[in-house]
């Protein structure tokens, strides 16, 4: 059961006494890795996983060639990266797919599934995000703006505060009154998980805080 190609051919000339190993597919071996992966994996991060075997099953099929663990190679990458492209797939998705690509790799190595390390290789090309803010010109037209809504007015103060200190939604949402100084907030912050960060507040931000003390909205409407 071992695929005859040229990489094949030259290697039992170049040594004509090699014993050939015979590794496991890939394919199967993907599907035991996805298998694998549902106990301790989030639906999310699973289905992602599904989705790229699902690309690298029609590159198999676009490049005309079982895909085997020793085709993973710098040849390899240029391939795949090539056939993304030209499916008009953005820089992010063909990061994704390498991601995968090579943690699938690693656990099947670890399984002596097969010896190749060249996926060790594979870089990631870097993603220009683009950068979306306002101005303070534009801060101050939208904090000024006379909204009819009250649910709207909520929001927009919200928003203004989170950019008047940096916070996170996350931390305006769990944000206390008790963490709420004369000039700074004192509090946890969920996602880097910073313990006792001091945040400055501003005129600006005292003065959002000031519209709705002692209302039922203490310390922001959320």
């Known amino acids: 059961n071992i695929p005859i190609d040229k990489k094949f051919i030259l290697n039992r000339i170049e040594n004509p006494n090699l014993l050939e190993v015979e590794y496991a597919d890939f394919f199967e071996s993907f599907n035991e ?15 992602n996983i599904k989705t790229i075997f ?3 099953k029609d590159f198999e099929v676009a490049r005309k060639s079982k895909l085997k ?20 797939k953005r820089t992010g998705y063909f990061n994704k797919i390498i991601s995968v ?10 399984r002596d599934y097969h010896n190749n390390i060249s996926y060790k290789k594979f870089a990631t090309p870097s993603v220009e995000k683009e950068v979306i803010y ?11 703006y006379p909204f009819e809504s ?21 931390d305006v949402k769990s944000l206390r009154s008790s963490q709420i100084y004369e000039d700074h907030i004192l509090k946890r912050i969920v996602k880097t998980k910073e ?19 002692d209302s039922v909205h203490e310390p922001l409407p959320k």
């Open 33 to 47: 890795f996805m298998e694998v992966g549902k106990s301790h994996k989030s639906y999310n991060t699973n289905r």
């Open 54 to 56: 699902n690309f690298l």
């Open 69 to 88: 663990f020793e085709d993973i190679d710098n040849r390899f990458y240029d391939e795949l990266r090539t056939y993304t492209y030209d499916l008009k």
């Open 101 to 110: 690509l090579k943690t699938f790799m690693t656990w099947a190595h670890e």
């Open 134 to 144: 306002l101005s303070l010109e534009e801060l101050k037209q939208l904090y000024n």
């Open 150 to 170: 009250a649910r709207l007015e909520h929001v927009r103060d919200i928003y203004c505060f989170a950019c008047g200190t940096g916070l996170r939604f996350s």
């Open 195 to 213: 313990v006792n960060s001091i945040i400055p507040l501003t005129d600006f931000t005292k003065k959002i805080l000031a519209k709705y003390k």
